[in-house]
């Protein structure tokens, strides 16, 4: 969650001590006679809490304003609102006093009680006490007009401790309700289970669990990408290689991770013909497609392989940042297609054409340019979250920064330097 600038926490703080007073002084209600004598001066806790504001002593600023909040109808609402505004700051602590505060009072109302728990759940989910918020989130969950958030809350509370059958679970509650997440979420716990089983060799039942990975969501590559495993295991290496090349087809972002581990499966007698096929299917698609491909192959130093060496100078004129590495690197070597003879001799006739030796000089600085590169590219964050913008160099199904599922795209920068 962004946090909030200087600014909005000063409005907000402002807001809220005018809505305590509001609640307080009976704002907005009729004025019974002599009530503006009555409070002609600021209660003395409201000062108190207003000096501890402005010299940057938030704890006893918060004391104060909560002796000054009567838990009523009218001042109840701005509990919650002071709870999560310090939440958003990051000041969780703070968050847990208050709500913990009003569940302190006897004469809180039920449904007031109900939405202080399912706060103080939020508090301990944001503070990492994910043991706390489970038993909370649980609690409320058994209230009709929460139930959805609370089972939600609930389902993210074990994303984050790897309880996958557990996150199943709630989602089928979820789904009874009708308020679960896309049917892509279930599918992602049923391939996390059927790794643990392929883990524990436990096959048969990684192949029922993918299967209803499929029924969830089909095409789904990463269930694809599990069948091949599963295929390898089995040494039925024509069925993974098949496997394999559908969940690039359908999930070109995997490419830098699994193109070799498809070649290493196709062996070295066809690496040149599934490297010409990927290619062709790539510039069928756009130019994104190739690019992707190309990195991958660079990552995995295959520079020199023939059907990639047309597509490799295409990418490299096409990207404005490999088209400067490129050229800054061809113009710090002397210029190899130079080949005259010393001393004005004169050229034999065996020796290669002006044109000949430029061509040859262009593919070898090609190669090395291109393999440069390929160094850069390992070292390089090869993805990111769409949703966050969290980078790495590894490919996540679950981004372990927003929790998205299925948010990962291919990226990397190649800084010069």
């Known amino acids: 969650m962004p946090e909030l600038s200087p600014l909005t926490w000063a409005v907000g703080i402002a807001a809220l001590v005018v809505g305590i007073l509001a609640g307080h002084f009976g704002w907005g209600k009729r004025w019974p006679r002599g009530l503006g004598a009555r409070y002609s001066k600021l209660h003395p806790d409201y000062v108190a809490g207003l000096d501890f504001l402005v010299t940057e002593q938030p704890d006893r600023a918060l004391d104060m ?35 913990q505060n009003l569940l302190a009072r006897e004469t809180l109302a039920p449904e007031h009680r109900e939405q202080a728990l399912l706060a103080l759940a939020h ?25 959805a958030t609370a089972l939600d809350s609930l389902r993210g509370v074990y994303e984050r401790q790897h309880e996958w059958r557990q996150a199943l679970g709630v989602y089928r509650q979820l789904a009874r309700i009708k308020a679960a997440p896309p ?7 049923l391939c996390e289970l059927a790794t643990l089983a392929i883990e524990r ?37 024509t069925l993974a290689i098949r496997l394999l090349r559908v969940a690039l087809h359908e ?11 498809l070649l290493r499966l196709v062996g070295a007698d066809h690496r040149d013909s599934v490297l010409a096929e990927l290619v062709a299917a790539a510039q069928s698609r756009n130019a994104d497609e190739l690019k992707r491909l190309v990195f991958a192959a660079l990552s995995a130093e295959l520079a020199d392989a023939a059907p990639l060496r047309e597509p490799i100078e295409r990418v490299f004129a096409q990207d404005p940042t490999l088209r400067a590495v490129w050229f800054s690197r061809a113009d710090a070597e002397p210029d190899a297609a130079r080949d005259v003879a010393p001393h004005g001799d004169v ?16 593919r070898n600085d090609t190669r090395r340019i291109a393999g440069e590169i390929g160094a850069l590219l390992e070292l390089a964050e090869k993805y990111r979250c769409n949703e ?12 372990p920064a927003c929790h998205a599922w299925d948010s990962f795209e291919a990226y990397a920068i190649v800084k010069l330097g």
Not at 183 to 189: D, S
Request: overall charge positive.
């Open 123 to 147: 508090d301990h989910l944001r503070a990492g006490l994910l043991d706390r918020a489970e038993e909370l989130f649980q609690k409320v969950s058994d209230v009709p007009r929460l139930r």
């Open 65 to 99: 304003f909560l002796k000054l909040m009567d838990t009523n109808a009218d001042t109840v609402e701005t509990h919650f609102a002071l709870g999560s505004l310090y939440r958003r700051r990051g000041e969780v602590e703070r968050a847990i006093r208050i709500h």
């Open 183 to 189: 049917r892509l979420v279930a599918a992602h716990y």
């Open 388 to 399: 966050c913008g969290f980078a790495g160099r590894s490919f996540y199904w679950h981004c």
């Open 251 to 261: 999930a070109p972002v995997l490419m830098q991770e699994e193109l070799p581990h």
């Open 201 to 237: 060799r436990e096959i048969d039942q990684a192949r029922r669990l993918l299967r209803e990975a499929r029924q969830e969501v089909s095409p789904f590559p990463r269930a694809a990408m599990l069948r091949a495993r599963i295929a390898e295991h089995d040494r039925d290496f």
């Open 347 to 362: 050229r034999h006739a065996d020796v290669p054409s002006d044109d000949a030796r430029r061509d040859r000089a262009r």
